[in-house]
């Protein structure tokens, strides 16, 4: 068995979105770093 070890970020302030535009802006922002083939992790501290 081969041991394994991650580190993680862990917000320590929460960040809340209430306007639409915000929202969508936000999530369009994680979807093309998701598809990015370069990008490995993505930490945000949005409270979804």
Known sequence: ???QAEVT????TWVEL???????NMQRI???LDEDD???EVY???DE
């Open 9 to 12: 970020m862990l917000p320590q």
């Open 18 to 24: 209430s306007e639409e535009q915000d929202i969508k």
């Open 30 to 32: 994680l979807d093309l």
């Open 1 to 3: 068995p081969m041991a």
């Open 44 to 46: 945000h501290n949005w």
């Open 38 to 40: 370069d990008v490995q």
